[in-house]
C-alpha cells in the first residue's frame, strides 16, 4: 500500500519523469517542443512519416517500469491534422503477464490475442462541420487520417475495465508507454479517481464533488485553458474509454453521442459521482458473449438517405451531386476499398470530392458542398432546402462493383494508368541492375522504379517512394529487390520483384542513404547512409522472413568516420562485406551481432579516391570460398588486384589517356605508368572485365588486363557498368541520363533509355506522327518517339528553352527561351526556318492555331506576339506590349486558343484579370476581373492558368491562386461554377479533353483526372508517381493517353469508355417513337475522321448515343434489313444441300487395292551383294475435293470466344490400312493435356461424375478417382466444342471436316462409349452446341463462316429448322425455365429465339436485340439464364448485362472484368465470369432480382441492390470452358495454357487436374527405368511426368527460349534431364532437387539434337550450323568441336554401347550423327581415354531438283536395338523407303518401301518394330521382319515426333501439342 499512497490523487507523468531532460525517458526521431496557441504553453510535438521511428517512451528503456498503480491514464494530446498516430502501453497483470494496448487511427478494427489488444481510433471533430454531424448520424466518428479541424483531446482510459473485460486479467500497474508520431501531446498522469476536464474547481466544489466519493475536477497544472465565458466542450473533446454514450457498432476509441456533459452548460451541469465498474468473475457469460460478438463481427446497420434537389442551374443544366451533411452516411464520404496498389500503384488511397459552388442569377440559389481534401464546413441557411428529384426512365442502370460503397464514382476506376515513363536516374546514375536472366533492367526514375525488358522495352513499375531513389539492389535470384531512397526521409522498401508489391518499409538511417548490397540468398541487407549528426553509419539488416511477412530487424551497426562510396556483401558469405571510399578499402564482418572491419594495408596508394569494388566470379573447389580476387577501382585511374583471403594487394594496374585522339589511335588501351582516367565502376564475369571510366568508354579486359579486347565510347563520362548474370551483355549507364547495354557475342550496343538530366519544363505532342517534344533546364529540346521511347533529336541551345509547340500538322516545333528568342524547326530536314527576338524576358507561353495558321508567343515582361505560320519565315503581324501578366509562374502554357480558332485567352494585363481576344487579330473581346467574383472572401484571387473547352460548350477555365477553378462564359464573362480545394498545393497545369467529358489538373506532384459536369459524388481520382513538382500534363490529341512532365516524361492510358455520339446526356426525356429504327446510321464526315486520325492512325471507336432514352421497343415490330430487331423463320432455299438424315459412323476408306484379310504389308526387298535393285514405290492417290465454292472471304470476330482452328498444314489420307477390331498392333492408353485452343470443350456432371474433355481430335472421358481414361475415336479433325445432356447419358462432340468437307458432330452413348449418330451439316466449324432442358431439342451454331442455327430432335437427329442470320454467333444457351426458349449472342447483338411446334411442323422463331447503348461498340460472347427468367450476356469490353426475358430489354450493366469475357455461368443467386485477363470471378447477384422494371426496387433508386464481387481467382490462362456443381462451390475450369482446374470456392482453392503443353511439344523421351517421361516445348518448358499415371511433377522454364529436345542421363546415381535451347544452351535439371544442376553454352545457334553417351561420361550435341560438340556434364566444359556435318543442320544424335572390335577398333560405344543433306556420320567412341573416330561416313542420293525443297521431309538415322552394326535410315531421296545399312558389309543390306514421306521414326527393342509418323497424320507401325503394318488416324496434325520405351513397351506420338500414349501389343 505505501507504493500506492503517493500516487493518490494523482500522478503527473511527464514531471514524475522529467521528461524535458531526457534521462529517464527517450526520444527517437522527429521530437521537438513549441508553444501552442491555444493551450497557451509549451507542448511536444512527434512528426514523422513512420510512426515506429518517431516516438517518446517513457521510461528510458522497455526493460524497466513505470509502476504507475492508478486505474484511469488521462492522455492530454492532439492528433496532427491528415496524419496517423499510434500509441502503445505495456501493462502489467497481477497474474504476471504483461499485456500490451495499443490504439491508433491507422486501424480499421478492433483485433485481440491473448498478449496484444488493438483498438481503432476515431477522431472526433470541430463542432459545427460536416465532419461532427456525420459523425453524430452515423454513430462514430473518422476512420483514417485526422480531419483539419481536429481538436485538443482529454483521453480518460479504465485500464482495469479493458484488461478484465477483454482478457480476463487483474489490473496491476502500467509499466511503460509509447507515444508514437504523428501527434501533439501536453502531459499524462495516472489517478485512481473519474476527473471531469470540464468542471472547474469552483463548480466541483459548489456540487459536492471530493476525492473522497471517486470523482473531482481536473487539475490546473493538466487543464485545457477556457476564455472567460467559454465552454470547454466547445473547445476540445473529452473521450472516455469505455464510452458511457451509445453503444457503438464495434469496439473503437472515440467521442460519445450523446454526451450529457458536453450538452449542458455550466450552470445545468450536476456531476455525480460513478458507480465502480469493476468485473467480477461472477458476471454472466451471456453478457461476455455479447460483447465479444460485437467486437468480432461487426455489422453496419443500413441507414436511409433523405432526397435532394437542386434548383435549375443557368447553362450548366441539373446538378445532382449535391448531399445534405447530416443525412449523409460516412460511406459517402470514404471509399476504404480503393487503396493505393490498386490500378498501376500511382493512385491514392481514395479519390475526394471538391466544394462545387453554382452562382444563379436569383437570390434563392443553391449552394452545394461536397468533400475536398482539407477541412469542410457548411455554409448554408436554415431556409435552403436540398433535394435531389429521381425520374424513372427506361434504359439500364449501370451499377458500380462496390462491396459496401454507395456512391456514383468516376469510372473506370482508375482512369489512369502509368504505361510508360522516359527517364533515367534523378538522385544517381550509379544505379541500374540485371536481372538473373539477363532479359530485364531494373533502374530508378526519380521517386520511381522501373523494370523493362529489353527485347520490348515494356516497363512495370515499383510505386511508393515519395523522393528520389538513390540505392538498388537484387537478392541472388532477382526475387526480392530492396530499394532506398535520398532526402531526410531516407526510408528502405523491400519489394517482391515478381508481384511489385512492398514487403516491407522501414528506416534506420536519418538521411542520405546512398548505398544497398543484398546477399545472394536474401537474408541480409546492408546499408550505407548519415545519422543524425551527418556521420556515416553503417546498418546490416535481417531480411531472411520478409517474404513470409516477417519483419525486418536490424542484425548489427556501427559508425565510422571513413567515407564510403559503395559496399557490397560478399557473394560466398552473407556475413561479410567490402567497402571503398576516399583513401580507404575496407572488409567488414557481422560476429556476435557486432559489425567490425579491417582496412586494407594500401601503402604507397592510400591517398587514392577509390570508386567501385568487386569480387572475382567462379568457385574453385580446391579452394576455399573466401580464396579470391577483389578488384578496386579509383578515381585516378587504378585497378588495385586485392587478396581477400590476406587482405594484401596483388597487383596494380593504371588506365592512361590516348597519346593521339581515339579516332586517329590505331591500337588498344593498355595500362601502364603515368596520368591516369578516372574509372568510375568495375564489374567482374568469370571471362572477363568491364570497366566504365570518365572518359565515356566502356571497355572488357580479359583477367589479367592485357588488353582491351572490346570497348563503346559514349556521350559521356560513364558511371556504372554492369555484367549480366551469363556474360553475355554489358550495361553501361552514363552521367548525361543514357543508359544502354553491350551484347558481348554481336559487339552491338543497344541504347534502352536517353533521359533529360535535369527537370522537364514544357512539351509538346505530334498526333499525326506520334512524336512528342520537350524543353528542359538541362538546355535541350529533344524529341522523342512515343511508341519506342526513343530519342529522335536533340537540340542544344546557349539558354534555357522554356516553352515548345508542334505544328498541328506539319513536321515543324517552336521553342520558346529564356533569353526570349523564338526559334522555328523544321524537323524533317533539320533546319531553323525562323528566329525572332520579340520578348524581352522568359517566353512564358508558345502556342499554334489549331488550323495551322497562325503561331502566338507571350513574354514574362507583358508582351504578346501574333505570326503567321502559314509561311515559312512565320513571320510577325503584330506585337503588343503590356497586355499578359507579368512574371514566369504560368510558364510554359501560359496561352490557350480555342478550338475553333476564334478566340485567344491569357492572363493579363493584371495577374487579377483574364482577357479573351481574337485569335486572328489580337483584338480584345472580352476582360474578366476574377478578383471579385467570390463576394465572400476577404482576399483578392488572382488567375494562374487558363484554358478553353471545347467549343460546343463556350467555356473558359480558370485557376487561381485561391486553389479554386472558375468555369466562365467565353460570350459573356458569367462565371457559371467554380471548384474550390483543387489541390492541396496550386493547379499548375489543366486540359479538357476532346469531347468536354474529362478535366485534366496538375498540382504539386499529383495529377487529377474530374468529371467535367461535377455531377457525381466522387467526381475527381488522384493518382502520384512525380517527385517534383509537374510542370505541365495534357491529354494526347487522340484522346487515350495523358502526358506529364516535371522531373521526368510520364505516359498514362487513358482508360475512359469512348463518347458517345448525340446530344448533351441530361437532355429531358422524350417520348419513345415505336417506330423501327433507321435502318442504318451515315458514317462520319471527313472532318471527323480526320480529327479521329491524330495518332496512330486508327479511329476511337465510339458507339451512338440517343438524344433521348432508349424507346421502348415494340418486340412484334420486325425491321426489314434487320439492324435493330429481326424475325426470322425457316428459309426453304437450297434445302437439298442438307443432311438431316442421321448416318453410321463411316468406316474407314480401303487403299487402292482390297485389303488381304491377314493383314497389310509394305514391299520389302533383300538387297543381293554386289549390286543395287529397285524397289517397287507406292502409290497412293486422293481423291481431289471438287466441292469447293468460291466466295468472298468472311472476317473472323474481333474476340477470343468465337473458335479457330489451329493453322495446319496438313491433310489427312483417307487411303489407310487401319486394322481390325481386336487385331491392332497399337492399344491408346493415355492422352497427356487439354486443348486449350478448343471452347467449352470440357464437360463434368457432378451427379454422375461423367468428366470429358477434348485432346486433337480425341474426346477422352476421365474417372476423377481413379485417373484411368476412356477414349472415344471418330473425328479427324480438331474437336472445338461438347455439350452433355441434363441427364448426363449422351455427350455431342463437334470437329471441322476433312479436306474442306462439312463439320462432323458425333452422338456419342455415355455408358458403352459408342457413336450412336453422326450430323454432318455446318460448312465452316461449330462454334456451339446445346441440349434442351428436357433433353429433346439439340442446338447446333456454325462459326462465322456459316452464322447459322440449326435445330434437331434428340429422338433422331434429323433436322427441324434452321435460321441463318448476318453477323458471327458465339455463344447459346437453353433457358432452364422453359424448354421452347433459348437465345444466342454474338457480333450483332442479342437474339430471342423461341420453338413454335404445330404437329410434327417445328418453326424457330428469332428476335434480335442490339447491345444496350451504356456498353458502347461491343460484342456479346457469351451468355447464361438464371432460375428467375433473368438472361447475362458478356461482352468483349468486361461487361455484363442483365436482360429481362419477357419484355427482351436490357435493366442493368455492370463492369464485371477489364478483358472479354467468354465464360459465364449462373447457379441460383452467384454468377461466374472468366475472361481473357485470366481472372475467375465470383459474384453475388441476388439484388438484380429487385432492379427489373416491375420488381421491388423498380420504381425507386435502390442503393443497396448492388452485385457484389465475393472471390476471385487468376489462373494460368485464358478461361474457356466451366461447369459447376448447382450450387457454385466446386467445379472445374480449363483455359488456353492447357491446364483443367478443379476450383473449390468454398475453400478458395485450385487444383491442377490435367496439365499439357499450349505450344508445339519438340521432343518426348522415357527416362531408362520407365518410371517418369519428359517433355519439351516451344515455350522454353522441360517438363518430366511419372510414368504410371501420367502426372507432372516438374516444370523447368526458361524464359524466351525454346527448348528443341530433351534427354535422359544413363547413370544411376540420380537422374537428370538435359533440355537443349535455341540459344545454343544446354541445361541439366536434377530430378531429386527440383534445380538447374548446369548451364551450358557450346553453340552460339540453336540446339537441334542431345544425346548423353552410352555410359554418361559426356554429353553430344548438335547446333543448326552442323556443329557437333562433346561437353562434361560435370565441368560443363567444351571437351571436343566436330565440324564434319558444318553447314547442314543435325537432326539426329543417337549413342549405343558396341565392342567394336570386328571393325578394326577398340571401344566400347558408337554413335551416329545425321543432317539435313542426307548425310550419316557414325562413330567409334572411348571417352575415358578421349577417342573418337570417325567409323563410316553414309550418303543417301536424292533428284537433282526436288519440287518442294522448302519442305523436305527429315533426314532420320538409328541404331537397330537389335543389332547395333545396323543403321536404319530413312529422308528424302528417290523412292519413300527405309533403307538397313550394314556397318560390317558397308552396304545397304535392305529397304521397306513406305507410303509416305517419314516425318519422324522410332525403333523398338521389342518384335522388330519400327513407328514411323508422317505428314499426313498417320501412324505406321511396321514389322520390319515381314513388312506388315498397320495404320493408327488419332492426330489432328501431322506427327512430329514417335518414340518407344527402352523396354518396348509403350510408344509416345506427337502431333504438335497432343502427345498419345501407346500401349505396344506387336504384330
Known sequence: ???????????????????????????????????????????????????????????????????????????????????????????????????????????????????????????????????????????????????????????????????????????????????????????????????????????????????????????????????????????????????????????????????????????????????????????????????????????????????????????????????????????????????????????????????????????????????????????????????????????????????????????????????????????????????????????????????????????RFFIGHTDKVSALTFNGNSTVLASAQTGIQSVVRVWNYLKANCLAMFKTHAHSLSSLSFSYSGGVLCGVGKDGHSKTMVVVWNTLRVTKGGEVSVLAKAHTDVDIQTMKIAFFDDTRMVSCGRDNVRLWRVRSGALRS????????????????????????????????????????????????????????????????????????????????????????????????????????????????????????????????????????????????????????????????????????????????????????????????????????????????????????????????????????????????????????????????????????????????????????????????????????????????????????????????????????????????????????????????PASTGHLLVTTSANKILWISANTGRLLREVSKVHKHQCSSLAVSEDGRFLLTAGHNAVKVWDYSMQLHVNSQMFIGHSQPIRQVNFTPDQMAVVSVGDAIFFWDFLAHPQETGTDRRSPPKAASVSPPKPALKGPSESEVNGRLLSNGMPRRTAPLPTSPPPCLDISSIDRIGQALSHLSLCEEDIDEVLPRAAPLPAPLAGPSPRPPSGSFLKVTEMAAGGDSSTLKSSLKRAADNDSLKVEKPVRPDCYKHFTPRFKTSTLDQSTATPELGEEGLSLKAVIGYNGNGRANMVWNPETGLFAYSCGCVVV?????????????????????????????????????????????????????????????????????????????????????????????????????????????????????????????????????NIHTQGLDVELKVQRVCAPEEVGDVELTALCYNANSILFTGTNSGHVCAWDCNTQRCFMTWEADQGEIGVLLCRGNRLLTGSNTRRLRLWGVAAVQGMRPGGEASNTEDRGALVLLEQEMMLDGTVVSAAFDDVMDMGIVGTTAGTLWYINWVDNTSIRLISGHKSRVNDVVFSPDESHFATCGEDGSVRVWTAPNNELVVQFQVLNQSCGSACWSPSKGGACVVGGYSDGTLRIFRLASSEMELKLHPHPVAVTAIQYSANGQVILSAGRDGLMAVSSPVTGLTVRLISDHKGAPITTIQCVKKQYKEFGLEGNELWLAASADRRVSVWAADWMKDKCELLDWLTFPAPANPEESDSLPPSLAAFSPIDPGLVVYTGYGVERELSFYSLAKKRVIKKIALSHWAMCFSLSSKGRLIAVGSKERVLKLIKSSSGRFQDFLHHSDSLQTCRFSPSGKHLFTVAYNEILLWEVRGL
Open 598 to 949: 579491417c582496412p586494407v594495408n594500401l601503402g604507397e596508394y592510400h591517398a587514392l579516391d577509390f570508386t567501385d569494388v568487386a569480387f572475382e566470379e567462379g568457385h574453385s573447389a580446391d579452394r576455399e570460398p573466401e580464396d579470391r580476387t577483389l578488384f578496386a577501382s579509383s578515381r585516378s585511374g587504378h585497378i588495385l588486384e586485392i587478396d581477400y583471403g590476406s587482405v594484401a594487394i596483388k597487383n596494380v594496374r593504371r588506365l592512361l589517356p590516348a597519346q593521339q585522339p581515339h579516332s586517329q589511335r590505331r591500337e588498344k588501351q593498355t595500362f601502364g605508368m603515368g596520368l591516369g582516367i578516372a574509372v568510375n565502376s568495375i564489374s567482374v564475369s568469370s571471362a572477363f572485365c568491364a570497366t566504365g571510366s570518365e572518359d565515356g568508354f566502356l571497355r572488357l579486359w580479359p583477367l589479367d588486363f592485357s588488353t582491351v579486347f572490346l570497348e563503346a565510347e559514349h556521350e559521356g563520362p560513364v558511371s556504372l557498368v554492369s555484367v549480366s548474370d551469363d556474360g553475355l551483355s554489358v550495361m553501361a549507364a552514363t552521367t548525361s541520363g543514357n543508359l544502354g547495354y553491350l551484347d558481348v557475342s554481336s559487339r552491338g550496343y543497344s541504347t534502352l533509355m536517353r533521359s533529360h538530366t535535369d527537370g522537364v519544363l514544357g512539351f509538346s505532342v505530334d498526333g499525326i506522327r506520334r512524336r512528342i517534344t520537350t524543353a528542359s533546364c538541362d538546355r535541350t529540346v529533344r524529341v522523342w518517339d512515343m511508341d519506342s521511347m526513343q530519342q529522335l533529336y536533340d537540340f542544344v541551345s546557349e539558354d534555357t528553352p522554356c516553352s515548345v509547340a508542334f505544328h498541328p500538322s506539319l513536321q515543324v516545333f517552336s521553342c520558346g527561351s529564356s533569353s526570349g528568342l523564338v526559334r522555328v524547326f523544321d524537323i524533317a530536314s533539320a533546319k531553323l526556318l525562323a528566329e525572332h527576338r520579340q520578348h524581352r524576358g522568359e517566353v512564358v507561353g508558345l502556342a499554334f492555331s489549331p488550323d495551322g495558321e497562325f503561331m502566338y508567343s507571350a513574354g514574362s515582361l507583358g508582351s504578346l506576339a501574333l505570326y503567321n505560320s502559314s509561311q515559312e519565315d512565320h513571320h510577325v503581324l503584330r506585337v503588343l506590349g503590356n497586355v499578359v501578366a507579368r512574371g514566369t509562374e504560368r510558364a510554359p502554357d501560359a496561352l490557350t486558343v480555342s478550338s475553333d480558332n476564334r478566340c485567344l485567352a491569357f492572363v493579363g494585363p493584371s495577374e487579377y484579370t483574364v482577357t479573351i481576344m481574337a485569335a486572328c487579330s489580337l483584338d480584345e473581346l472580352l476582360r474578366v476581373d476574377v478578383s471579385i467574383l467570390d463576394v465572400e472572401s476577404t482576399t483578392l484571387d488572382s488567375a494562374l492558368k487558363v484554358c478553353f473547352s
Open 1 to 459: 500500500m505505501t507504493s500506492r499512497v503517493w500516487q493518490h490523487p494523482y500522478v503527473n507523468i511527464f514531471k514524475h519523469m522529467r521528461v524535458e531532460e531526457w534521462k529517464k525517458t527517450s526520444r527517437e526521431g522527429d521530437v521537438t517542443t513549441y508553444m501552442d496557441k491555444t493551450l497557451m504553453c509549451s507542448v511536444f510535438r512527434i512528426r514523422g512519416s513512420i510512426p515506429a521511428s518517431n516516438y517518446i517512451l517513457l521510461p528510458k528503456t522497455s526493460t524497466q517500469s513505470l509502476g504507475l498503480t492508478g486505474r484511469y491514464l488521462y492522455l492530454l494530446f492532439r492528433p496532427s491534422p491528415a496524419k496517423h498516430f499510434v500509441v502503445h502501453m505495456d501493462i502489467a497483470a497481477e497474474e504476471g503477464q504483461v499485456i500490451r494496448v495499443s490504439f491508433s487511427n491507422l486501424f480499421k478494427e478492433f483485433k485481440s490475442t491473448a498478449t496484444w489488444l488493438q483498438f481503432p481510433f476515431l477522431c472526433g471533430a470541430a463542432k459545427g462541420s460536416v465532419y461532427e454531424s456525420t459523425a453524430k448520424t452515423a454513430r462514430h466518428g473518422l476512420v483514417g487520417p485526422a480531419p483539419s479541424t481536429v481538436r485538443w483531446t482529454c483521453l480518460m482510459m479504465d485500464l482495469q475495465y479493458i484488461l478484465s473485460v477483454y482478457l480476463n486479467r487483474r489490473h496491476s500497474h502500467l509499466k511503460t508507454v509509447k507515444l508514437c508520431a504523428n501527434m501533439s501531446v501536453k502531459n499524462m498522469f495516472t489517478s485512481d479517481l473519474v476527473l471531469d476536464p470540464g468542471v472547474s474547481f469552483n463548480e466541483a466544489k459548489q456540487a459536492g464533488l471530493a476525492s473522497s466519493l471517486g470523482t473531482g475536477p481536473m487539475p490546473r497544472e493538466m487543464s485545457f485553458p477556457v476564455p472567460k465565458g467559454g465552454s470547454w466542450h466547445d473547445l476540445y473533446d473529452y473521450i472516455r474509454f469505455p464510452s458511457d454514450g451509445a453503444k457503438m457498432p464495434f469496439d473503437s476509441i472515440q467521442k460519445g453521442y450523446p454526451s450529457a456533459v458536453s450538452t449542458c452548460s455550466p450552470a445545468e451541469r450536476s456531476p455525480m459521482r460513478e458507480m465502480s465498474r469493476s468485473v467480477n468473475i461472477s458476471k454472466p457469460v451471456q453478457d461476455r458473449v455479447s460483447l465479444i460478438q460485437q467486437i468480432t463481427t461487426p455489422k453496419l446497420h443500413p441507414r436511409h438517405r433523405t432526397t435532394l434537389e437542386t434548383s435549375s442551374i443557368a447553362e450548366l443544366g441539373v446538378v445532382t451531386s449535391g448531399l445534405n451533411g447530416q443525412d449523409t452516411s460516412q460511406d459517402d464520404w470514404h471509399c476504404p476499398g480503393d487503396n493505393l496498389g490498386k490500378g498501376q500503384g500511382s493512385r491514392t488511397s481514395w479519390s475526394h470530392r471538391s466544394a462545387v459552388r453554382i452562382p444563379c442569377t436569383d437570390d434563392g440559389g443553391v449552394h452545394v458542398y461536397a468533400h475536398t481534401e482539407d477541412d469542410i464546413n457548411t455554409h448554408r441557411d436554415d431556409s435552403d432546402i436540398e433535394e435531389i428529384v429521381c425520374t424513372a426512365v427506361s434504359r439500364p442502370v449501370t451499377l458500380p462493383i462496390a462491396k459496401e460503397s454507395q456512391q456514383r464514382k468516376l469510372h473506370p476506376d482508375p482512369i489512369l494508368r502509368l504505361n510508360r515513363i522516359i527517364g533515367f536516374g534523378g538522385a544517381t546514375m550509379k544505379c541500374a541492375l540485371w536481372t538473373k536472366s539477363g532479359d530485364t533492367v531494373v533502374y530508378p526514375c526519380h521517386a520511381i522504379i522501373v523494370s523493362m525488358k529489353i527485347s520490348s522495352g515494356q516497363q
Open 1261 to 1393: 472421358v476421365e474417372n476423377l478417382h481413379t485417373g484411368s481414361q476412356r477414349h472415344w475415336l471418330g473425328h479427324t479433325e480438331e474437336i472445338s466444342c461438347l455439350a452433355v445432356t441434363n441427364d448426363a447419358q449422351t455427350v455431342a462432340s463437334a470437329a471441322g471436316g476433312s479436306g474442306g468437307s462439312r463439320s462432323l458432330i458425333c452422338i456419342w452413348n455415355v455408358q458403352d462409349g459408342t457413336c450412336s449418330n453422326t450430323i454432318s451439316y455446318h460448312r465452316g466449324a461449330v462454334q456451339a452446341l446445346s441440349f434442351s432442358r428436357d433433353d429433346f431439342f439439340f442446338l447446333t451454331v456454325g462459326d462465322f463462316t456459316d452464322p447459322e442455327v440449326a435445330l434437331w430432335s434428340t429422338r433422331t437427329y434429323q433436322l427441324l429448322s434452321r435460321v441463318s442470320v448476318s453477323g458471327p454467333l458465339h455463344d447459346v444457351a437453353f433457358s432452364p425455365s422453359a424448354a421452347s426458349q433459348l437465345a444466342c449472342v454474338g457480333s450483332h447483338g442479342l437474339y430471342f429465339c
